[in-house]
């Protein structure tokens, strides 16, 4: 086949189309504009570059339309390029987005866009939703403010900073009631709060989970609680390494008890055997940590409204 004709259906065919006729679903909840999540069974793949590109999560793979064919189906080149030519002119399902498009806009440094950003308040939009949509104690909260940790986002979201190992930010997760994603021109490293000279290592797939897992302990001595962000690149990963050779250092995979959560936690467990550090799997009993901290804080909610409903004890008359 001809350069312009791989160049055709390279340009035709998108990583949307490929995983869509390979029974893959879009995973609204956990996708974002620039990085649609496909999920089929444990199968999970991230489309980028509007369609044009697509990694693995649980693994190095990624690549373009061509590389991703491949990667289900295996196969030479010449029979990628037929499966590719039979779908031209396939349109896949779009997703619904809750927000429009924006247009374009120059990108401010992240140093810049993060200064600019107020830390939450009491009573400030983003504290509500820690509050009353995600259950963090208030004094979690200050926690993670005292080390520079959250910003105020857009409509009442949060931002959770990465740093690197001075320190310095890198990006951050966005979360909110409509809206999840990472920050334009960010990278994913880890999200750090508690101990940073720590050597028990809390690893989860998300800072609102690292957070609640903080607030369910009561920020344990010696304990540092890190967020990959759903992600699993080769900085991350170094990071990782970088803290679990640490003397004494104790790697936890305190990830998510799904599939995704298992093979985290599997490379964990790797990292701590390669390294010779101690390695524990802290499964949490819900979904994930966030899930946890919601249903013991409704507990407690719940008793507290049962004791101030009871009526008070009477002394015995003296008689």
């Known amino acids: 086949m001809e350069t312009s004709e791989v160049e055709y259906l390279k340009e035709r065919v998108t990583c949307a189309a490929v995983l869509e006729k390979a029974g893959f679903a879009v995973d609204v909840k956990e996708s974002t504009r620039r990085a ?5 069974g444990d199968d999970i793949i991230i489309v980028i570059h509007e369609g044009k590109g ?12 061509f590389s991703l064919i491949r990667h289900l189906d295996g196969g030479s080149f010449a029979e990628v390029l037929a499966s590719a030519a039979e779908l031209v002119g396939f349109t896949p399902l779009e997703p619904a987005w809750t927000r429009a498009a924006r247009e374009q806009e120059p990108v ?6 993060w200064r600019a950003r107020r830390a939450p308040w009491p009573g400030s939009a983003t504290w509500r939703y820690l ?10 909260i200050r926690a993670a403010i005292r080390q520079d940790r959250l910003r105020e986002g857009p409509r009442g979201s949060l931002w959770a900073a990465h740093v690197d190992d001075v320190g310095m930010v890198t990006g951050w997760e966005e979360r909110g009631p409509e809206w999840r ?15 940073l000279e720590g050597t028990r290592l809390c690893v989860t797939e998300a800072a609102i989970d690292a957070i609640s897992l903080a607030a369910l302990e009561g920020l344990r001595d010696g304990s540092l609680y890190l967020s990959t962000g759903g992600g699993w690149s080769p900085v991350t990963e170094a990071a990782v390494r970088a803290l ?13 008890a799904n599939a995704q959560g298992e093979t985290f936690a599997m ?24 899930e946890v901290l919601k249903a013991k804080m409704k507990e ?19 008689g």
């Open 36 to 40: 649609v999540k496909y999920r089929r």
């Open 54 to 65: 697509w990694f693995d999560p649980l693994s190095d793979a990624k690549g373009d339309v």
């Open 108 to 113: 401010a440094s992240l140093f810049e866009r």
């Open 131 to 140: 509050g009353d949509e995600r259950f963090l104690p208030d004094a979690i």
């Open 181 to 195: 994603g990472f920050s334009t021109g960010g990278s994913k490293v880890l999200f750090r709060m508690g101990v």
């Open 244 to 256: 679990a050779v640490r003397p004494g250092a104790q790697l936890v995979a305190a990830t998510d």
């Open 267 to 290: 490379r964990l467990c790797a990292i701590a055997e390669e390294v010779g550090c101690d390695w524990l799997r802290l499964r949490p009993p819900a979904e994930d940590w966030n």
């Open 300 to 318: 407690e909610r719940i008793r507290k409204e049962e004791r101030r409903g009871l009526p008070h004890a009477r002394r015995p008359r003296q």
